[in-house]
């Protein structure tokens, strides 16, 4: 069973910055496939950004060049800057794991964080 555990959403301007955080818990973080989601109200569960247990990053068409996410195997942790925030940006993100490699589907993703809202004005 792993634990997810983000922060680091709030309100920001257009143009503005946020960093989301994600501690992870009970497996080897290093064999873990991790995931960055969103939703908004009505909205079905989108895929953002990825880093499988080999480091490699994907990113969603809509955040690629914005949004940066990276790991630290070290601290369990994984992170994703987002730079230049537009109001479409704004979602619930969801941080997940999955053993080793990503998906852009939410459902091969085995274990959710509680969410984090982003909000971001015009």
């Known amino acids: 069973q792993v634990q997810l555990i983000e922060s680091g959403g709030g309100l920001v301007q257009t143009g503005g910055s946020l960093r989301l955080s994600c501690a992870a818990s009970?497996?080897?973080?290093?064999?873990?496939?991790m995931g960055w989601f969103r939703q908004s109200p009505g909205m079905e569960r989108e895929f953002v950004a990825s880093?499988?247990?080999?480091?490699?990053?994907v990113y969603a068409r809509s955040v690629r060049g914005r949004f940066t996410i990276s790991r630290d195997n070290a601290k369990n942790t994984v992170n994703l800057q987002m730079v230049n925030l537009k109001p479409e940006d704004t979602a619930v993100y969801y941080c997940?794991?999955?053993?080793?490699?990503?998906?852009?589907?939410?459902?091969?993703?085995?274990?959710w964080g509680q969410g984090t809202q982003v909000t971001v004005s015009s």
């Open positions: 880093s499988s247990f080999s480091d490699i990053a």
């Open positions: 009970g497996r080897a973080f290093n064999s873990l496939a």
């Open positions: 997940a794991s999955r053993p080793y490699s990503m998906s852009y589907r939410s459902a091969d993703w085995d274990h």
